[in-house]
């Protein structure tokens, strides 16, 4: 079986390096995303067997998007900032864009009978860790740093992953890029021909 999902890297700045010694200096018993693992979530595909891996790769290369760029601000939690369970930054641009293609992924994997796992609605973030127990002064950081601007970022192409559990955290392994305006031409640089 394979953990899929696809995904928009995103570099690991300055202001992100600010925000995250910020939020492990809280006191919080938190287990930090890796500065190379660094995405927003388009869509959580889930286990899926081998053998549809050429069904999940057409949906995903049938997604068409312009270039667009994300502002990427604030800080949160989920569920809420007095209870975090994930400490996340914000979209606050772009946000239309990351919606249209999470709707077009999960209509042509359904198309082609693979059922997504996330059935959540999708609010775009970017995770910067996990709590794990106490959540020190978490919950007044998040509050004061609820509008801080870590910056923007252009989207010129989504990727699929293949995700590998480790007790040292997720490997994550590019299985194809699709381009930005390629229209589904099959344009993608394909990473893995035997999955």
């Known amino acids: 079986m394979l953990r899929l999902f696809v995904g928009v890297d995103v570099p690991y700045n300055a202001e992100l390096d600010a925000l995250m010694r910020l939020v492990k200096s809280s006191g919080a018993d938190i287990k930090p995303v890796e500065p190379e693992n660094m995405h927003i979530t388009l869509l959580f595909i889930g286990e899926v067997d081998e053998r549809a891996l050429t069904d999940v790769k057409q949906a995903v290369s049938s997604v068409s998007f312009p270039k667009f760029t994300l502002r990427l601000a604030g800080l949160g939690a989920f569920p809420n900032p007095f209870r975090p369970r994930v400490v996340w930054v914000g979209v606050r641009e772009g946000v239309e864009e990351l919606r249209s293609i ?94």
Do not use: W
């Open 102 to 195: 999470h709707e077009q992924l999960r209509r042509n994997l359904i198309a082609r009978g693979v059922r997504p796992e996330d059935e959540k609605e999708f609010s775009p973030h970017l995770t910067l860790a996990r709590v794990k127990g106490a959540v020190g002064t978490l919950p007044q950081l998040i509050v004061k740093y609820q509008d801080y601007e870590v910056g923007t970022k252009e989207v010129s192409s989504i990727k699929l992953f293949k995700s590998t559990l480790t007790p040292k955290g997720p490997i994550y392994e590019v299985l194809m890029e699709v381009k930005a305006s390629d229209r589904g031409r099959g344009a993608e640089k394909d990473k893995a021909n035997s999955g």
